[in-house]
Structures are given as C-alpha cells and as structure tokens.
C-alpha cells in the first residue's frame, strides 16, 4: 500500500481516499437496506403482544411506557441519527403525526440512542412527533417486532388492541406510510 500511496500526487490520494470510503458506504448500505420478500408477513403478535410490555426512556430522559399508547393507531419506526434513510424519512414522518392525530393515530421514532443525542436531533430538525430514546433496548424491540435483519430504518404499524399489522424493513415508500394508515377501519 505504500508504494501505491508514493504513486500518486496529494490531490488524488485525497480522491482515492473519498472513492473508496463512497463505494464502501454503498456496498455497505447495499448490504444493510434488503427488503424482506413481498410475499413476508409480519411477525405473529397475540393482542397486546411484544408492544405494550416496554418502556423506553424519551428524549428528555423521561421513561415511557408504550402501554399509554393502548388504544391507538401506532407507528413505531425504529431509526438512528447516523442513519441517512432514517434522517430522510422523518419529515414525512412528522407530517403524517400532525395530519393523522385526529384519526387515534400516534407516530413515535424509535431512536437507538442516547437521550441526549435525540434531544439534539428533535431540536436541530425541529420536529414535533413523539421520539424516544431506547438505546440497546429499542434494537431488542425491533427484533421483536420483526427486524430480524437489524435494518434501520424499520417501521412497524401496530393495531389499537397491539396486533401488528404491517412492517417495512428499511425506508418508507413515498406515500406507503398513508397507505397504511388509511387502510385501517
């Protein structure tokens, strides 16, 4: 590698350098953003299922237990700040919260991350949808719910009773969030 580096003059090293970490971005975000099968279900959940049983900490570091949300219309969308599907999403997501609320519908962002780095995110992008901080914890959720790959982001539609009833491995389609929504009674 040290003769390669001598080869070339600084300013394409610097290339070089750019090039390679842009085609591993992309192989890896390749390899991280499959979406399931059309034909995949979601994951089998009794009536008040894996959902109602967390608590996860908000962005002010207040727990929250997703019980309060029983009765609902819930989103939950598994996301990270690091993640750039995740950050491209959360504006439509912020829409539909404001545009659905007086539908029983509730959009909560699943971070896994610190409290404070979420705070940080919501004040930076200025959003006003519910977001939590789960950290290691909103991962094991995830999983429960579904994302057996560990795909962020990961979007999951639960029924008022706790039954899930749509999962979306990776980004959201333009306009499948309102598609859900409006399919159910």
Same mark, same amino acid.
């Given at each position: 590698?040290?003769?390669?580096?001598?080869?070339?003059?600084?300013?394409?090293?610097?290339?070089?350098?750019?090039?390679?970490?842009?085609?591993?971005? !992309?192989?890896?975000?390749?390899?991280?953003?499959?979406?399931?099968?059309?034909?995949?279900?979601?994951?089998?959940? +009794?009536?008040?299922?894996?959902?109602?049983?967390?608590?996860?900490?908000?962005?002010?570091?207040?727990?929250?237990?997703?019980?309060?949300?029983?009765?609902?219309?819930?989103?939950? #969308?598994?996301?990270?700040?690091?993640?750039?599907?995740?950050?491209?999403?959360?504006?439509?997501?912020? #829409?539909?919260?404001?545009?659905?609320?007086?539908?029983?519908?509730?959009? !909560?962002? !699943?971070?896994?991350?610190?409290?404070?780095?979420?705070?940080?995110?919501?004040?930076?992008?200025?959003?006003?949808?519910?977001?939590?901080?789960?950290?290691?914890?909103?991962?094991?959720?995830?999983?429960?719910?579904?994302?057996?790959?560990?795909?962020?982001?990961?979007?999951?539609?639960? +029924?008022?009773?706790?039954? !899930?009833?749509?999962?979306?491995?990776?980004?959201?389609?333009?306009?499948?969030?309102?598609?859900?929504?409006?399919?159910?009674?």
């Amino acid at each position: 590698m040290p003769e390669f580096r001598a080869r070339l003059p600084p300013g394409r090293r610097s290339f070089a350098a750019v090039a390679g970490a842009v085609l591993l971005s !992309v192989a890896l975000a390749a390899c991280t953003r499959q979406a399931p099968p059309p034909d995949e279900k979601p994951p089998a959940a +009794s009536a008040g299922g894996p959902v109602y049983g967390h608590s996860l900490s908000d962005a002010d570091g207040k727990p929250q237990a997703l019980s309060q949300w029983k009765g609902k219309l819930l989103v939950l #969308n598994f996301w990270a700040t690091w993640c750039a599907p995740c950050v491209a999403e959360m504006p439509d997501l912020d #829409n539909a919260q404001q545009e659905f609320a007086a539908r029983n519908v509730v959009i !909560v962002g !699943v971070g896994t991350e610190a409290p404070a780095r979420v705070r940080e995110f919501r004040e930076q992008h200025k959003l006003h949808l519910r977001l939590l901080a789960g950290g290691y914890d909103a991962l094991v959720l995830a999983r429960e719910l579904g994302d057996s790959q560990g795909v962020l982001p990961y979007t999951v539609l639960v +029924s008022a009773d706790g039954t !899930v009833l749509q999962t979306q491995t990776g980004p959201l389609q333009p306009g499948q969030l309102r598609s859900w929504l409006a399919s159910v009674p």
